[in-house]
């Protein structure tokens, strides 16, 4: 009997002990599920960490990919309506990981999409990037994004800006055509009335009614045509502008879409680079006329004076023009526009060919400049341009234009350079010493389209801004100076960086009657080689896990 007791009481202890076994192992295997599904879940945020640096990466390619397309077609590094062009881009912050971008052509041709006035050529491209995460490369995001490609030539607008805008006429002026800087403008004007009768002032950055080197109030008056059928109506700022709280709808009910700046969804533009103007850029290299000192060279060749061209078609001179802006002489290549057309002068015994270029691109500059001396290139007797289909001229150098230009049996034309001075019919260099009175404008007319350099205002230092775009060096008080074509400012000058100065000794303002060429509003009415404002509007984007 005590021994079956004894048996009872240890089999209940192997009970509990196999109970407690049991127990154990359920735990065990409770705390395994726990930990393993503890380390289920940190892989799967870690993987989702890398999936979303991944895709970051991807767009971010694409991104970089639009930025260099548009860049490279803006500088005619690629062809407008080239089929496929491939990036790299290279991300530091994720140990150097490699992503490869791919555009590629959707459409066959370009299509035709007018807006107001503007011509605008869109194709639409599809940019594709796959990135591969560094740290595990089974992690793979597929970004896909469509743009649409959009070419604007910068001369269909009245004024384009690539930098800041300001407008601070002192008399009455009156702007026409498309208006556009890619940064801010500024609008005010000394006293008077400054009107833009214009549907398009738009901004990718803000617009301002005062000026931009200087606090306060604005002085005068700014009066903006409203975007509405029937007859036009017009409508002041007074002191509406970008940085009034309610600009972003202020702005649209008081001009009804003529007025719009970033807030509105006004991007920026891509243009050429200065590099386009240098020795060995695109213009250089395209020219079919080259002009280099005092050499004249088509088609690579050079030319003889008196055999292929006038004696006298280009002249040198150092000591002659003096640029009170600059506080320099100019080494100045004049060149006789008259004569390099074989309109006057003889070659032989005969008369000279027409040596206007046949594409209708002549590139001309200095590399022969030394100590305190400034290049430039001077035009003279360009009031008729003997080509059809027009002529665009580009130096890297200051341009200089004497006297009525393009007003005889009117060609498109333009003038691309370091800075545009204007110079008129009653200019002569002996006087380019003396005080500005003995330096009297009379009135002279320039039909072309511009693309020049500018300065930066800084405080207290304004740039003299649109209304002295084109920089003069006579007493044009009381003088009409006409310009009827397209300011378009790509760059800052780097090489006639004086300062802007009015009065004695460098000029005084000149009634000034400009106004946009509306046959700029025609493709086929363009000069020769404009370039272009190129655009990359985002469509439609999705992405894909590899």
Not at 99 to 111: A, G, K, P, Y
Not at 363 to 368: E, F, K, Q, S
């Amino acid at each position: 009997m005590n021994i079956s007791r004894q048996t009872h009481k240890t089999h209940k202890k192997g009970q509990a002990l196999i109970l407690s076994y049991i127990v154990i192992l359920a735990l065990l295997v409770y705390s395994a599920g726990l930990w393993t599904k503890a380390i289920s879940e940190k892989g799967i945020t870690e993987r989702n960490r890398l999936t979303t640096q991944a895709f970051y990466m991807a767009e971010g390619a694409n991104e970089n990919a639009i930025s260099a397309f548009t860049s490279a077609v803006a500088n005619f590094v690629i062809p407008s309506n080239v089929a496929t062009y491939n990036t790299v881009t290279i991300f530091t912050t994720f140990g150097n990981a490699i992503v490869n971008t791919t555009i590629t052509r959707l459409e066959v041709s370009d299509r035709l999409v007018l807006e107001g006035s503007t011509n605008i050529y869109v194709a639409n491209y599809e940019v594709v990037s796959t990135a591969t995460h560094p740290l595990n490369s089974s992690i793979s995001v597929t970004a896909h994004q469509i743009i649409a490609r959009r070419l604007i030539p910068t001369f269909q607008h009245a004024v384009f800006y690539n930098n800041d805008l300001e407008m601070l006429p002192g008399p009455n002026m009156t702007l026409t055509g498309r208006i556009h800087s890619n940064q801010d403008i500024y609008m005010d004007s000394s006293g008077n009335t400054l009107t833009v009768d214009s549907i398009y002032l738009h901004s990718a950055g803000d617009i301002f009614n005062k000026r931009k080197d200087a606090p306060g109030p604005p002085a005068g008056t700014v009066s903006i045509r409203v975007n509405q059928s029937g007859p036009p109506t017009f409508a002041n700022m007074d002191g509406l502008d970008s940085s009034s709280p309610t600009w972003s709808t202020a702005a649209t009910t008081r001009w009804k879409g003529t007025v719009q700046s970033s807030v509105h969804g006004v991007t920026q533009l891509t243009t050429p680079a200065v590099g386009s103007i240098q020795p060995g850029g695109y213009y250089a290299t395209q020219a079919d006329i080259s002009i280099v000192n005092n050499d004249i060279y088509k088609g690579g060749i050079a030319l003889i004076a008196g055999t292929d061209y006038p004696t006298g078609t280009i002249t040198t001179t150092t000591a002659s023009f003096y640029s009170n802006r600059e506080g320099k002489f100019i080494k100045m290549t004049t060149l006789d526009l008259n004569k390099l057309a074989g309109k006057t002068g003889t070659c032989g015994a005969g008369s000279c060919p027409n040596n206007l270029p046949a594409n209708g691109l002549l590139y001309a500059t200095r590399n022969d400049i030394s100590g305190s001396q400034e290049p430039g290139i001077k035009l003279i007797n360009g009031s008729e341009i003997s080509r059809a289909g027009g002529l665009t001229v580009v130096s890297n150098d200051p341009v200089y234009v004497k006297g009525d230009y393009n007003t005889v049996n009117e060609q498109p034309t333009s003038i691309i350079a370091d800075s545009l001075n204007l110079l008129s019919n009653n200019w002569n260099d002996t006087n380019s010493t003396s005080a500005l009175s003995s330096r009297p404008a009379t009135v002279t007319t320039f039909n072309s389209a511009f693309v020049a350099g500018i300065d930066n205002t800084t405080t207290g230092n304004y740039n003299g801004g649109l209304e002295n775009y084109p920089r003069l060096h006579e007493n044009w008080t009381g003088r009409n100076l006409t310009i009827k074509g397209s300011f378009v400012a790509l760059w800052n000058s780097s090489v006639a960086n004086g300062a802007w100065a009015y009065g004695n000794p460098q000029y005084t303002a000149p009634n000034r009657v400009w106004a946009y060429n509306t046959a700029f509003n025609n493709p086929a009415n363009l000069p020769p080689f404009t370039p272009w404002a190129v655009e990359a509007q985002r469509i439609a984007w999705w992405s894909d896990l590899g």
